[in-house]
């Protein structure tokens, strides 16, 4: 991997960069990719061994394996977010240490069937909710408190749109760097 620099390997789209519009077609188009998403991810990682699960996307760097189980738990974040934010008044959300949470057993060992089974009916309820979603919902709030920061609904769907690309462009990256078919 050395003919790609860090930065690249780190962010193979570029960081997520927030419109300072959002129109509704924005919306619609980052909830198809929401949607899309676990057939993307699936029809990538299901046919790869163990041995190429258990490989690093980038020197390290999380394994394919890690990053898979890694998207499940953050969009299952995601979707519970946005529950607390559409019930409770700006509520204050649980942070959670993704490294730590990609070190347990389960991340490391288990099958990714599972996984991949559990984001496609994670994703069928993100894009279900957020395309029902009135303009005073996506107006509602949460606060992340590792910075404080407040977060609009109308954020949280194009950054969970672009988590998935960013990670599925991990795998894609590291397969065609590998020439892994």
Not at 150 to 166: D, P, R, S, T, V
Request: aromatic share 10%; proline share 6%.
């Amino acid at each position: 991997m050395k003919e790609f620099d860090l930065e690249n390997l780190k962010y193979p789209i570029g960081k997520f960069i927030a419109p300072e519009h959002y129109s509704p077609e924005y919306h619609s188009e980052r909830i198809k990719e929401i949607e899309a998403f676990p057939e993307k991810l699936a029809k990538e990682t299901i046919h790869l061994t163990n041995e190429q699960l258990d490989t690093p996307y980038r020197p390290d760097g999380w394994t394919v394996r890690q990053v898979i189980h890694h998207c499940a738990e953050s969009h299952m974040h995601c979707y519970v977010r946005i529950k607390w934010a559409l019930t409770e008044n700006n509520p204050v959300i649980k942070a959670y240490d993704e490294v730590l949470w990609s070190e347990l057993n389960d991340n490391l060992t288990m099958p990714i069937q599972p996984t991949l089974d559990l984001l496609k009916g994670l994703h069928f309820r993100l894009g279900y909710i957020m395309k029902n979603l009135s303009e005073s919902d996506l107006e509602k709030t949460f606060i992340h408190p590792a910075d404080n920061s407040e977060n609009k609904l109308k954020k949280i769907i194009g950054m969970y749109a672009w988590h998935g690309n960013h990670h599925l462009a991990h795998i894609t990256t590291l397969k065609k760097y590998k020439n892994w078919q």
